[in-house]
């Protein structure tokens, strides 16, 4: 099984930056999938980035293109979520997940398969 555990989460003022990471305890493929989800209070949880293995193609929602990027670190088993100029409306619990059947929507919540913890990320105005 895969065990994925995220950090980086705090409070954070308008404008700041913060940087996610999720680690990978077991072992990773190539063809994985690897994604970043948020849940804002009293909201669905919602796509925010992804990041193919095999071929390091990024998706992200519109509301945060030009501000976040989704990286990688292969030898540390590691993939990064930078985020810069934050917004009050990027509050909230920020997860993880993993889609190890290669699956075409990886915007979909249900395409993947593990979910790490979660780590909160507060932005105040």
């Known amino acids: 099984q895969v065990q994925l555990v995220e950090s980086g989460g705090g409070l954070v003022e308008a404008g700041g930056s913060l940087r996610l990471s999720c680690v990978a305890s077991?072992?990773?493929?190539?063809?994985?999938?690897m994604g970043w989800f948020r849940q804002a209070p009293g909201k669905e949880r919602e796509f925010v980035a992804a990041?193919?293995?095999?071929?390091?193609?990024?998706y992200y929602t519109d509301s945060v293109k030009g501000r976040f990027t989704i990286s990688k670190d292969a030898a540390k088993n590691t993939v990064y979520l930078q985020m810069t100029n934050l917004k009050p409306d990027d509050t909230g619990v920020y997860y993880c997940?993993?889609?190890?059947?290669?699956?075409?929507?990886?915007?979909?919540?249900?395409?993947?398969?593990?979910w790490g913890q979660g780590t909160q990320v507060t932005v105040s105005s």
């Open positions: 077991g072992s990773t493929f190539i063809r994985w999938t």
């Open positions: 990041l193919r293995l095999s071929t390091e193609i990024t």
């Open positions: 997940a993993v889609d190890t059947k290669n699956t075409m929507r990886s915007s979909w919540s249900r395409s993947y398969d593990y």
